[in-house]
């Protein structure tokens, strides 16, 4: 069984977890092109690497974001949100 | 076809010629060169070579022939789908794989079974008559059919799943068919082998180069190939690729599993997908009960296989049939499946001259082999669309043109 480290809960079974998608900047919607826009609502960094993710553990509702590898699907650190966080992709 | 199998009884050796020649190098260039010796790009050379007289043509495959999701599918065919521009595609290609086992001599197994998918809500009723709407419409057999035709078309399903999610009804395809998919591999690639076409398998493309905004060659691990053309049909693979050439796309991947049962004998001849329940499945020609579920639920470039999977389909199967309880499941395998947002593939030319994508296949390109070489071959030999794949451009998320294909691709093949 699939192990995560959630940064409240410890160690729990991936069952209890839900992917919320890469960890993006949004560019603000006011200034934005319609390029850049439909650039940040459609394309994704489809290759496979070390990303930072959203996770949230649904039994105790906390979201988080994990640096994890997508080749191997291993999770490499899990870190409650901090505001001054830059997106890296 | 059968009367020619004597020849192996009779014969010593092996009367048949290998399918496929071996080149030992590859040339210093080429018309065109294709990436992935899946299914679709072997038909895409195929209909290059016999179509157009396209034969200076490599295919270049990291792995084998067909060792992709070609090799990985649950093999079903059908083209009740939910938007018009969707239904003319595959139904294109429902009408072309009826004659292909006639064009390769090839027995590629095609059986049509007839496809129900289930609705077990009023919401999923109402989506499957609009399909069947515009399914009849575009001149595609596809009906609404109540519990009773389920019933008698599949006497051992428990119709009210063990009582907590009933089915209501369902949408019927005719057409809807399962083929032996290694062989659609086998014949395209056979079909271009004798037209001169080369496939060089264990040969990975590493990198494409780029000048001036215009494809000139692609580095592989046996060297460099000079082409001016290049055609990615790489499936799971394709961020990678376009990473090579800068391109941002929104296709991302995730797993896609599958397995098959010990064979039983013959007792299921159709097609049975249940979304709610996230369970599809058919009989194989083997006996094989042959299954697959939804999609793994997060981005992963993986091929591994998981308990989880096999614990929640085997669940599912025998709300709908408790009676195979004491069934072994056999064997299980995953593919990686190019998602999109809207569930309808990418295709054509890119904003780099002479780089072509086939690609967003997710969990529904086996299909639509036939008539993606078909268009591909063409948008590639004219360097302008074919009509068909006009809708599915790369360009559509730029323009906010989506094609709105879920409700009939998320899960149901
Ligand atoms: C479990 C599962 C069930 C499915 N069920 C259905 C179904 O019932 N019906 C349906 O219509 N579709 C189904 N699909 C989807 C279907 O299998 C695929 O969309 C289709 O097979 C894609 O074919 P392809 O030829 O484009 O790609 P593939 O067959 O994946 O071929 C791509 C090839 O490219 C090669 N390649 C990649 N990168 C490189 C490189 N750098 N250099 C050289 N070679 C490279 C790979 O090795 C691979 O062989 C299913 C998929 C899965 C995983």
New interface residues.
């Given amino acids: ?1 699939k192990i995560i480290n959630c940064p409240v809960n410890g160690a729990r079974p ?2 209890e977890f ?2 919320g998608g890469p960890f993006r900047d949004m560019p603000d919607p006011a200034t934005a092109s ?2 850049e826009w ?2 940040y609502v ?7 690497g070390v ?1 930072r ?1 959203w996770w949230y553990h649904l039994a105790s509702g906390v979201w988080f974001v994990a640096e994890r590898d ?4 291993r999770f490499l650190k899990t870190y409650l949100y901090d505001a001054g966080d830059q997106a890296n992709d | 076809m059968p009367l020619g199998l004597l020849r192996f009884a009779m014969s010593k050796k092996h009367p048949e010629p290998r399918m496929f020649r071996e080149p030992d190098a590859l040339k210093a260039a080429y018309d065109v060169v294709i990436i992935g010796a899946g299914g679709h790009g072997l038909a895409c050379a195929y209909y290059l070579a016999r179509d157009y007289g396209i034969t200076n043509v490599a295919v270049l495959e990291q792995g084998y022939i067909g060792g992709g999701n070609t090799g990985r599918n649950t093999t079903i065919v059908r083209s009740n789908y939910l938007t018009p521009e969707g239904v003319r595609f595959y139904d294109e290609s429902v009408r072309l794989y009826k004659d292909l086992s006639e064009d390769f001599d090839l027995n590629l197994f095609y059986s049509e079974r007839g496809h129900f998918t289930f609705a077990h809500t009023d919401s999923a009723l109402s989506t499957m008559r609009w399909r069947a709407e515009v399914n009849k419409h575009m001149g595609i057999e596809s009906e609404v059919v109540d519990r009773d035709t389920i019933q008698q078309a599949c006497p051992e399903l428990d119709l009210d799943c063990g009582g907590h999610l009933p089915v209501m009804g369902a949408l019927y395809h005719a057409p809807g068919a399962v083929a032996r998919h290694d062989a659609v591999a086998w014949g395209y690639g056979r079909g271009a082998d004798q037209r001169g076409v080369e496939i060089h398998q264990k040969t990975r493309v590493t990198d494409i180069r780029v000048e001036g905004g215009k494809v000139v060659g692609v580095e592989t691990d046996k060297g460099f190939v000079r082409t001016g053309k290049v055609v990615s049909a790489v499936a799971g693979f394709t961020p990678r690729i376009t990473e090579m050439v800068g391109l941002r796309t929104p296709i991302t991947i995730q797993p896609l599993q599958a397995c098959v049962t010990e064979p039983l004998k013959p007792w299921l001849d159709t097609i049975l997908v249940s979304a709610t329940l996230h369970v599809y499945v058919s009989q194989s020609s083997r006996g094989e009960l042959v299954m697959g579920s939804a999609l793994d639920p997060y981005e992963l470039h993986s091929t591994r296989s998981t308990l989880d999977f096999t614990e929640s389909l085997s669940g599912h199967l025998l709300d709908m049939f408790p009676f195979l309880s004491e069934i072994k499941v056999n064997r299980q395998w995953a593919g990686m499946a190019d998602m999109t947002p809207d569930f309808a593939p990418v295709m054509g030319r890119t904003p780099i001259d002479g780089f072509y994508l086939d690609s967003g296949w997710g969990t529904w390109g086996f299909k639509a082999t036939p008539v993606c070489g078909k268009t591909m071959s063409y948008t590639v030999a004219n360097d302008r669309e074919h009509e068909l794949i006009e809708p599915f451009g790369l360009s559509r998320f730029e323009n906010y043109r989506l094609v709105g294909e879920k409700g009939a691709a998320s899960v149901g093949h």
């Fill in positions: 069984m991936l069952q839900a992917y319609d390029a439909g650039d459609f394309n994704r960094d489809g290759a496979p990303k993710e997508t080749l191997r699907d």
